[in-house]
């Protein structure tokens, strides 16, 4: 009897542990709350931009939102303040492992004059989804949802009064824990700025020509090609370099010896034909790793479906299907979607 007490209060001991480590662990995880966040506003707003003249990326609001986290305490309070540099060691964790990540999310000004974001959790869920693969800490969307509404009704006049343009917000994860070595970041720091933008093409609307060169590959199974991290971007730069120099605008990622179309460097690419058996059908690649889950592109399959007019497909398809296709005079239609560029039309120019 005494050897099974002994047992019996270890075992005890051992699920009190257990059970305060789990406890500490719910607690540094818990999310930061809108209902703590604290402001501060510029007394020096910037001018604003003509907004029939802006260029993607080049202009930033007059404030932004930042939380802290630290594996110790756990989430910090939410505060939106003057936009400001950042002060940043030099050993953190993004600066050499990139452990990074963000998202490109959209307000817009309707005829109402009211601002709409577009879809904002279906960013959080993509957002949460690369937090967890890049292994930053968890948080709530909602609760980030609502600091996001904040910062937009503080810097409402920065959405441009134009069906032309609209408001960027760019949320951004960043490990900065300041020592080196390939682990996990102990600290960490969630920001958003925003920005007035216009067409992320200097193209407009017209059709942007891509590179499609099977020497050069984006994504693979079993990796990172579906997380928004800059480390996926970063690599893609020079090759669209290269592009440039042949007078392309993007490049069209291709995969696998049959050299499948996969994805666009900033969107995901769509195409209408007729397909061998007859039927019209819009085809864009599946979800397998290969391409990011775009929000523009859930919606478009969403809309393609409600209206029932053609078939939808989720499938891997190639070049040579292209190929056949555009020789038979069935290909109709390739176009690309994304947050930045929305729906752009498309151009393929072989890279050899």
């Known amino acids: 009897m005494g050897l099974l007490k002994l047992r019996c209060v270890k075992f005890l001991t051992h699920i009190t542990k257990k059970s305060a480590l789990l406890h500490y662990r719910s607690l540094t995880a818990a999310s930061f709350k809108y209902d703590d966040l604290q402001e501060t506003l510029t007394d020096k707003k910037q001018e ?94 909602e609760e980030l949802v609502k600091c996001m509404k904040k910062l937009l009704q503080i810097d409402r006049e920065w959405v441009p009064y134009s069906t032309k343009s609209s408001l960027y917000l760019r949320p951004t994860f960043i490990g900065t824990e300041p020592t080196l070595g390939v682990t996990k970041s102990a600290s960490a720091l969630l920001y958003v700025i925003t920005g007035p933008v216009g067409p992320y093409y200097p193209t407009g609307m017209n059709p942007v020509t891509l590179l499609a060169d099977p020497q050069y590959v984006r994504a693979w199974p079993g990796g990172c090609g ?33 050299h499948q179309l996969t994805e666009v460097g900033a969107m995901n690419l769509f195409v209408y034909w007729i397909n061998e058996q007859g039927e019209k059908e819009l085809v864009t690649a599946p979800l397998d790793g290969l391409v990011l889950p775009g929000i523009t592109r859930k919606s478009l399959i969403e809309l393609a479906k409600k209206w029932g007019e053609f078939k939808v497909t989720e ?27 929305v729906v752009s039309p498309v151009v393929v120019s072989p890279g050899r």
């Open 48 to 141: 604003k931009p003509d907004p029939n003249n802006l260029l993607f990326g080049h202009n930033f609001s007059d404030h932004m939102l930042k939380v802290e986290w630290t594996s110790s305490d756990g989430w910090g309070k939410p505060i939106i303040s003057p936009l400001t540099n950042l002060s940043i060691h030099p050993g953190a964790k993004c600066l050499h492992y990139a452990i990074e990540l963000f998202e490109g999310m959209k307000a817009y000004r309707g005829v109402d004059d009211k601002i709409r974001m577009f879809r904002p959790f279906e960013n959080m869920k993509r957002m949460k989804s690369t937090a967890d693969r890049a292994y930053l800490p968890d948080f709530d969307a």
């Open 226 to 258: 579906n997380f928004k991290m800059g480390s996926n971007y970063g690599p893609t730069i020079k090759i669209s370099a290269e592009a440039d120099k042949k007078g392309c605008q993007q490049v069209l990622w291709l995969y696998g010896d049959d």
């Open 315 to 341: 499938r891997s398809y190639t070049m040579a299907e292209i190929t056949k296709a555009l020789n038979e005079n069935r290909l109709k239609e390739m176009f690309g979607a994304g947050t930045a560029c």
